[in-house]
């Protein structure tokens, strides 16, 4: 009995148990379907969110400047975008929307046409190119490594096209290759004015000759208005058109056979209309100036009026051997590291070429490059028509500006100082040299100039005071101003941190009626 009654009692609790667990469950359930509801009200929230989300980007969009703008802007951003070596440009730009896709098939977006060793199928990109870009001026590029004949037939297609060259770069591996690809273009030629030939001598000598880039002069005589050339080879070219006006010869910094100075002044001897000259010459070739023999190989280059050469200090020799009687700007920069002492062959050349071709120079610069204080003084005496003097990681004294003193000094036509990293110069000497030369008192002549403007960065020795003091008396500029200077190119002239601190430490002085007549430039 006592046994029966209690199995009955267990049986009765776990059916309670049961129903109770039947009765959570019932709850579990109601709730994972309450979830669902919400996770699916969740996801259609989501899902109207994106919606308006897409129609904002879409409102936006209407209104920004890549879908208000022009079609003709447009397509001269994208014309821009191919010219900096974005080759397919074109064809992206056109499947991005309706309005850019029209705006893309501007004949000028097409008109820079690079033919390379890496082109799939450069004949059917050739002829598309070419169908898209109609009768607008050409700019083309050859970049190849293997001449092959798929490339050669592309170039074909190209050649027909040679009335609508605006713009020739040719790169090859070697200048035989380069020499076969220019030997092709012997026809009319009659828009092209720029010329880019990149390439490499092995210095081979065969039965014509060492290997170099011939025929430059014969493959281009039927183009007129060829005036820019740009070589940048380890060996100097033998001939050159001779519609040439600016010529940029850059030597490779690749050890080959030493190239021939005196041959290539000669050639630069017989450019009738040579008006630009940049010589770019890597450590190895500095020697080379010492092959030159004598003033009878002495260089006249009667219409030469700007001459850059950039080149280690020893190379400046070349000046002996170069007369340049109407030279206006003469630009020496170091391909080395700054010497810190003057370097003696520099200013001797510097002041035999002003004093044997006696050029109206109007702006000298002198990039990590010293000369002797003496040679220094003579050559400001040397250039009476000198209107701008750039100096970059110069170790010029005080002492050495006091010739530029008025009212009877050197250069009275100097009206801009472009001083950078000249950690000799005080800041008072420059003050006193701004301020003599705008002195109107006393015996000064009216012809002499006073110093309208100068540039003063990282010099250390010219303190807060003395900028301001410059600044009071002339424009002074503290940044590199112009967009094509040679140190935006090398970055060695960035002086953010000293202008933020400049203009907070003087943010009130610069704002107050007593500081109106202040110009000095920080941005």
Not at 31 to 46: K, P, S
Not at 70 to 80: G, N, Q, R
Not at 413 to 435: I, M, N, P, T
Request: hydrophobic share 40%.
């Amino acid at each position: 009995m006592y046994s029966n009654g209690m199995d009955i009692a267990l049986a009765d609790e776990i059916l309670a148990v049961h129903a109770i667990v039947h009765s959570h469950e019932l709850e579990i359930e109601s709730i994972d379907l309450a979830i669902q509801n919400i996770l699916r009200e969740i996801q259609q929230l989501r899902a109207k969110r994106t919606r308006h989300l897409d129609a904002i980007t879409e409102c936006r969009g209407s209104i920004s400047l890549a879908r208000r703008a022009p079609d003709d802007v447009l397509a001269l951003i994208f014309e821009h975008c191919a010219a900096s070596g974005w080759a397919n440009a074109p064809l992206v730009t056109s499947h991005v929307c309706a309005k850019w896709r029209r705006a893309s098939f501007f004949p000028q977006v097409w008109s820079h046409i690079r033919l390379t060793s890496d082109s799939l199928d450069p004949v059917a990109k050739t002829r598309l190119w070419l169908s898209r870009a109609l009768r607008t001026p050409l700019c083309v590029t050859v970049d190849i490594r293997v001449l092959d004949p798929y490339l050669l037939n592309a170039f074909e297609l190209i050649l027909d096209h040679a009335s609508q060259w605006r713009t020739l770069t040719v790169s090859t591996r070697f200048v035989q290759q380069a020499t076969d690809v220019l030997s092709q273009c012997r026809r009319s030629i009659p828009n092209l004015h720029t010329l880019v030939v990149t390439s490499f001598s092995i210095g081979v000598a065969t039965g014509l000759g060492v290997d170099e880039l011939t025929g430059l002069e014969d493959a281009f005589v039927d183009a007129p208005f060829l005036s820019g050339i740009r070589i940048v080879c380890n060996r100097f070219p033998p001939s050159l058109p001779q519609t040439v006006v600016d010529l940029s010869l850059e030597l490779t910094d690749i050890q080959s056979s030493l190239p021939s100075l005196s041959a290539a002044l000669q050639m630069l001897g017989t450019l009738p209309t040579l008006q630009s000259l940049t010589l770019v010459i890597p450590p190895y070739f500095a020697q080379i100036v010492n092959s030159v023999e004598g003033p009878a190989s002495d260089t006249c280059l009667r219409r030469l009026e700007r001459l850059i050469i950039d080149a280690p200090p020893d190379f400046n020799e070349v000046l002996r051997h170069i007369q340049a009687p109407i030279l206006r700007y003469l630009h020496l920069r170091s391909a080395e590291q700054p010497l810190n002492h003057p370097h003696e062959g520099t200013g001797g050349a510097l002041l035999q070429f002003l004093r044997s071709s006696k050029p109206p120079i109007r702006l000298l610069e002198l990039h990590d490059v010293d000369i002797r204080r003496d040679d220094l003084v003579q050559c400001f005496f040397s250039l009476p028509l000198l209107e701008e003097l750039r100096l970059h990681e110069t170790e010029i004294s005080n002492d050495a500006l006091s010739p530029l003193h008025g009212p009877k000094g050197a250069c009275p036509r100097l009206k801009r100082l472009d001083l950078r990293w000249c950690e000799q110069l005080a800041g008072q000497a420059l003050v006193d040299l701004v301020r003599s030369r705008a002195d109107s008192s006393g015996d000064q002549p009216a012809s002499f100039d006073p110093v309208e403007e100068i540039t003063v960065i990282n010099c250390a020795l010219v303190n807060e005071s003395s900028v301001l003091d410059l600044a009071h008396a002339t424009v002074c500029n503290v940044v590199v101003r112009n967009l094509e200077d040679h140190c935006r190119s090398r970055g060695c002239c960035n002086n953010v941190r000293y202008r933020q601190r400049l203009r907070l430490r003087h943010q009130k002085d610069l704002r107050s009626p007593e500081w109106s007549n202040i110009e000095l430039v920080l941005d």
